[in-house]
């Protein structure tokens, strides 16, 4: 998995696992000891309480990581559901557990705060990720590397799917075997800009181009769905459709088409 296909709603959701787990182990219910009495005994954890474990901590865990696994398999369904809603469903049943669980406790322990302060953070981050535009942005930006040449990306020029100048191809926004950063057209340094950097023509008059990305980046699909529809990887020459605000639609090699977010360092075919 390309952890720079997680988000920041996807961070958090990863914390308040590990908080979960970790108050499985704390005691669930408070013990008012006697003073010269060993109430030792009668501490308990989740794991001490079947029903418990399952229910809240286990299930909350559960929950986490089908949320992960769906950005690795984006689009994977079972029983007509994506395994993002059933990672969700998974974190709202452990915090409705866990809330009626402590309103019955009589004296609850650590293990029950903790755990109810993590089911929040985790049911909260499953909910608001896809909804909220800052949890939406990308975990990890993506480095500035230079802008190297189509060898530098484990291929020589004409090879390889979709390149410009390769046989029965068609050339879009340069000449045959030619490579231009990207945000430039043919025809040297006073060249046209490409709508994104401010400059020539309008968002309308986008003409086609060949690109290649310096890492694997996430390609999110056109409705704005947070979970990625596929990766672009280097060494590949991928088709730009269209301007969306300051990405690309781009179109992969068997027909998928979707959203680059991150296009700094891209090289242009």
């Known amino acids: 998995m390309n952890i720079r296909s997680l988000t920041r709603g996807d961070g958090v959701v990863i914390g308040a696992a590990v908080v979960l787990f970790i108050a499985s182990f704390l005691d669930l219910f408070g013990v008012d000891c006697p003073s010269g009495i060993d109430c030792s005994g009668y501490s308990s954890n989740a794991w001490d309480s079947l029903p418990l474990l399952m229910s809240i901590y286990l299930a909350g865990i559960i929950g986490a990581?089908?949320?992960i696994v769906s950005r690795a398999v984006p689009g994977r369904k079972v029983v007509g559901f994506e395994l993002g809603q059933f990672g969700a469903a998974f974190t709202v049943y452990s915090l409705w557990t866990m809330f009626w669980t402590i309103i019955d406790a009589s004296n609850?322990?650590?293990?029950?705060?903790?755990?109810?302060?993590?089911?929040?953070?985790?049911a909260g981050g499953a909910i608001a990720t896809p909804l909220v535009p800052a949890l939406k942005a990308p975990l990890?930006?993506?480095?500035?590397?230079?802008?190297?040449?189509?060898?530098?990306?484990?291929?020589?020029?004409?090879?390889?799917?979709?390149y410009p100048g390769a046989q029965g191809q068609q050339s879009y926004g340069g000449q045959p075997g030619q490579s231009q950063p990207y945000g430039?057209?043919?025809?040297?340094?006073?060249?046209?800009?490409?709508?994104?950097?401010?400059g020539g023509a309008p968002a309308g008059d986008f003409t086609p181009f060949w690109f290649a990305v310096p890492v694997?980046?996430?390609?999110?699909?056109?409705?704005?769905?947070?979970?990625?529809?596929?990766?672009?990887a280097p060494g590949t020459w991928y088709l730009a459709v269209e301007q969306?605000?300051?990405g690309l639609v781009a179109?992969?090699?068997?027909?998928?088409?979707?959203?680059?977010?991150?296009t700094t360092g891209i090289q242009r075919g």
């Not at 609850?108 to 985790?122: E, N, P, Q």
């Not at 930006?141 to 979709?162: E, L, S």
Request: net charge negative; no cysteine; proline share 12%.
């Open 65 to 67: 990581a089908l949320l």
């Open 108 to 122: 609850a322990g650590a293990g029950l705060i903790l755990g109810l302060l993590a089911t929040i953070v985790l």
């Open 140 to 162: 990890m930006g993506a480095p500035r590397p230079a802008q190297p040449g189509p060898q530098q990306y484990g291929q020589q020029p004409g090879q390889g799917y979709g």
């Open 184 to 198: 430039q057209q043919a025809g040297g340094p006073e060249a046209q800009q490409s709508p994104q950097t401010g």
């Open 216 to 232: 694997a980046r996430p390609l999110y699909g056109e409705d704005g769905a947070p979970t990625p529809i596929a990766e672009l």
């Open 244 to 246: 969306r605000g300051p």
């Open 251 to 262: 179109q992969t090699q068997d027909g998928r088409r979707g959203v680059l977010q991150d």
